[in-house]
Nanobody, 110 residues
Framework: VQLVESGGGLVEAGGSLRLSCVASGTIFSFNDVRWYRQAPGNQRELVAGITIIGRRNYADSVKGRFTISRDSAKNTVYLQMNSLKPEDTAVYYC?????WGQGTQVTVSS
């Protein structure tokens, strides 16, 4: 199964981006899906997750600013990111089961 992220880019602090993760199959219908991020020199960290039944969880650092959602008909999971901060700068990865995307770069300027 392939996962392909998109939607990253350069944005000013306070701005918004919406990341998308599209699966080549129906993996999202049978697995929890998570967004991770990794900044240079840092370990990969969990940002947000959504379970098969739609239960969501978030890292404390993004609560109230990020929203994860899924569109099963499109085999797509989204990460809506609002009120972005420079410390959100990282490569963002989508994960389901053992499948990972290639990542999409998010850069937030101050």
């Amino acid at each position: 199964v392939q996962l392909v992220e998109s939607g990253g880019g350069l944005v000013e602090a306070g701005g918004s981006l919406r990341l998308s993760c599209v699966a080549s199959g129906t993996i999202f219908s049978f697995n929890d899906v998570r967004w991770y991020r990794q900044a240079p020199g840092n370990q990969r960290e969990l940002v947000a997750g959504i379970t098969i039944i739609g239960r969501r969880n978030y890292a404390d650092s993004v609560k109230g600013r990020f929203t994860i959602s899924r569109d099963s008909a499109k085999n797509t999971v989204y990460l809506q990111m609002n009120s972005l901060k420079p410390e959100d700068t990282a490569v963002y990865y989508c994960n389901a089961h053992t499948s990972w995307g290639q990542g999409t770069q998010v850069t937030v300027s101050s």
